[in-house]
């Protein structure tokens, strides 16, 4: 779908994975004018397909235009391409239990630019891919380390948007904790550094005794869809659930760690590393409440309870 300054996003078409034609001068090459999503679709038993809240993705992608000064589709539009792409790649969608389809839709400054301003065209485009497990580990705990020098995100900043710029740069510190075996980092907040932000592309909460906490949204953490349909299930499922500023100094006196997000969906975090002390959580990591939130939500993700929420959107 394409979009001038003042007009409408046109319908657009389904077209074989291949490259695209871009001006060098365009608003995304030069000025980082992109914004992305991510969701799932999960085959069920009887051969449908579930989409998990595509409509949270539609409204951050237009949250995050606003704060890039992009234009975006609507969320009908936003839905309905959606939908369109998975339905024209049923086939692509891994067997129940197997995986799913990863959705990976677009937004970008394709117009040219040359002087610093918003691209004059934007390009809302969607590919899809079949995946299992994000993490190499699978659903088994994750490693850990918390990042104090470089930050993914400053206060008035992008980092609550789903831009482009907010992964560049966190590849620098995600490098290096993976070539020391990390699993991934987690950010502290770059004023204090002291408060838990995020991982690279997760949310974290951690568990203490019947308490579930997670960082609030501020501006500088992204506002993740699994997130707060883990809030929601949790709080269903009889925890408090509280959102405010956590201490690093909590978190490694935690009874459980674990991570959220559509790529990560509920992974246990086995470890955090801290200026170079180690603590770990549990026997096996996978603490018995990440485990009873990952069950019910993947459940309800695959279809497989109630979805008393209407979360889910079904594609025959
Ligand atoms: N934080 C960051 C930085 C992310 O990239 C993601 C993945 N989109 C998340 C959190 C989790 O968001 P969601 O649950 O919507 O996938």
């Known amino acids: 779908m394409k979009c001038t ?4 996003f046109s319908k657009g078409e389904l077209q074989r994975f291949g490259n695209i034609e871009l001006s060098p001068s365009s608003g995304v090459l030069n000025y980082g004018q992109g914004l992305f999503e991510g969701l799932k679709a ?21 949250l995050g235009a606003e704060r890039m000064c992009m234009l975006s589709p609507t969320v009908e539009q936003f ?16 067997p129940p239990g197997k995986g799913s389809l990863y959705i990976r839709p677009l937004l970008m400054g394709s117009g040219a630019v040359l002087g610093l301003a918003p691209a004059p065209e934007y390009t809302f485009l969607i590919f ?18 918390v990042e104090h020098e470089l930050h993914r995100a400053t206060p008035g900043g992008t980092g609550g948007v ?7 740069a966190v590849l620098k510190a995600q490098s290096a904790a993976k070539a020391k075996g990390y699993s991934d980092v987690l950010y502290l907040d770059c004023v204090n550094k002291k408060y838990l ?33 883990i809030i929601d299930v949790a709080r269903s499922q009889g925890f408090q659930v509280e959102e405010r500023l956590v201490p690093v100094d909590e978190l490694l006196d935690a009874d459980e760690v674990f991570c959220t997000g559509t ?14 002390k180690r603590v770990s959580y549990g026997e096996d990591g996978f603490g018995t409440v990440s485990q009873q939130l990952y069950s019910v939500l993947t459940r ?8 008393k929420m209407n979360w889910t959107v079904e594609l025959c």
Not at 44 to 56: A, I, M, Q, S
Request: net charge positive; charged share 20%; with cysteine.
């Open 5 to 8: 300054q003042g007009g409408n």
């Open 42 to 62: 999960y085959r069920k038993e009887d051969g449908n397909v579930l989409l998990f809240r595509p409509e949270e993705n539609a409204l951050r992608m237009r």
């Open 79 to 94: 839905v309905e391409a959606v939908k369109e792409t998975v339905l024209a790649n049923k086939r692509w969608v891994p």
């Open 128 to 145: 899809v891919s079949p995946v299992g497990n994000y993490f190499k580990e699978g659903v088994a705990p994750i490693n850990l380390i």
């Open 162 to 168: 789903k831009t482009i710029g907010n992964y560049a």
């Open 197 to 229: 932000e995020e991982v690279s592309s997760c949310n974290i909460f951690m568990v203490k005794g019947n308490v579930i906490s997670t960082p609030a949204i501020k501006g500088t953490i992204l506002p993740g869809i699994t997130r707060k349909s």
């Open 263 to 276: 790529a990560v969906v509920v992974s246990p975090v086995g470890s955090v590393t801290y200026k170079g």
């Open 300 to 307: 309800l993700q695959m279809g497989l309870i109630e979805d």
